[in-house]
């Protein structure tokens, strides 16, 4: 599996940003999907995942009703629009996959490069 996240950038407080990740070399159809970041100094967070077939998300309480997670397993593409954006929410955010999406997920199985999201205050 090969992911490839795009569409960061530096956006002001309050702005939107849209990241989209493109998988190869697979199809999404048996992975639990999802996002997490990594701010210098910071431990790695699970951001947010989507269960294979949608049927199941998960947002960690510091993005939840700001952010939204979809994936498009015909494009092999997932997408995370983020709102409300944050001096916090700064990070360099990668998507990954990991079985099974839940509370405990942080995207251990497989990752790509990430895309780098800087939100000033």
């Known amino acids: 599996v090969q992911l490839q996240a795009s569409g960061g950038g530096l956006v002001q407080a309050g702005g939107s940003l849209t990241l989209s990740c493109a998988a190869s070399g697979t199809t999404l159809d048996y992975y639990d999907i999802g996002w997490f970041r990594q701010a210098p100094g910071k431990e790695r967070e699970g951001v947010s995942c989507?269960?294979?077939?949608?049927?199941?998300?998960y947002y960690a309480d510091s993005v939840k009703g700001r952010f939204t997670i979809s994936r498009d397993n015909a494009k092999v593409t997932i997408y995370l629009q983020m709102n409300s954006l944050k001096p916090e929410d700064t990070a360099v955010y990668y998507c990954?996959?990991?079985?099974?999406?839940?509370?405990?997920?942080?995207?251990?199985?497989?990752w790509g490069q990430g895309t780098l999201v800087t939100v000033s205050s």
């Open positions: 990954a996959a990991e079985y099974p999406c839940s509370s405990r997920w942080s995207g251990r199985d497989y």
């Open positions: 989507v269960s294979n077939r949608g049927g199941t998300t």
